[in-house]
């Protein structure tokens, strides 16, 4: 069985342009988290989408959004990039919205450089 | 401020022996507690969690420690083999109330052959 994928794995961006990267998660599964994680240090919570619908959203600006389509899949967009955004995007998948009831489920990430 | 942290960014441990990766947290309100491993130009992937009513789950050469006066928790890997070599995450959260998950910075351990 296919686990989560991401799409692309590696982009270079300039300041100020936007990005989307896109994640499918595990068949079954209704949830999809996106999480940061700069060089050094932890990933960090960016979103969680159950059903479609936003549950939570980590401390990032508005630059940052997300959405989740019927087919379960996600995407992740960030406008007017800064060199800060520059890290590993993780989506992360569960069966059920809640992550204490069942580990989350990590693809390989996207790498974001910006210039 | 970090709320979970892990103060070792790397260990070094011969095969055969144990290895004990460290993390404190300062959130009172987690009471759920997860650890994942990651490679190289992996995802991480979950290896091993507890609960805040249990001190102790073991899961094979795995098993986590929960000591909740104290704000810490421990992975022993006994006993160590090479193929365990990675970066280990301590992630926490608070619970059904909670959709996220709060990463510590992660441990480095080689074990050397």
């Known amino acids: 069985d296919a686990g989560v994928t991401q799409s692309p794995t590696h982009l270079i961006k300039t300041r100020g342009q936007q990005v989307t990267l896109r994640c499918s998660p595990i068949?079954?599964?209704?949830?999809v988290s996106w999480y940061q994680q700069v060089l050094g240090q932890g990933p960090q919570f960016i979103f969680q989408?159950?059903?479609?619908?936003?549950?939570g959203r980590g401390n990032f600006p508005d630059r940052f959004s997300a959405r989740q389509f019927p087919n379960y899949s996600s995407e992740l967009n960030v406008n007017a990039l800064l060199l800060g955004d520059s890290a590993l995007y993780l989506c992360?998948?569960?069966?059920?919205?809640?992550?204490?009831?069942?580990?989350?489920?990590f693809g390989e990430g996207s790498r974001l450089t910006v210039l | 401020d970090q709320q979970v942290k892990q103060n070792s960014p790397s260990l070094s441990v011969q095969e055969g022996r144990i290895s004990i990766l460290n993390c404190d947290y300062t959130?009172?309100?987690?009471?759920?507690f997860l650890w994942y491993k990651k490679y190289p130009a992996e995802g991480p992937t979950f290896l091993i969690s507890?609960?805040?009513?249990?001190d102790k789950n073991e899961d094979g050469r795995f098993t986590v420690f929960l000591n909740k006066s104290a704000k810490h928790l421990s992975l022993h890997i006994v006993p160590s083999q090479p193929g365990d070599s990675a970066v280990y995450f301590c992630?926490?959260?608070?619970?059904?109330?909670?959709?996220?998950?709060?990463f510590g910075k992660g441990t480095k351990l080689s074990v050397i052959p």
């Open positions: 068949s079954g599964h209704k949830s």
């Open positions: 959130n009172s309100m987690f009471d759920y």
């Open positions: 992360a998948s569960s069966p059920t919205g809640i992550p204490n009831t069942g580990e989350l489920f």
């Open positions: 989408y159950y059903e479609k619908e936003e549950r």
């Open positions: 992630a926490a959260s608070e619970g059904a109330g909670s959709y996220q998950l709060t």
């Open positions: 507890i609960s805040s009513i249990k």
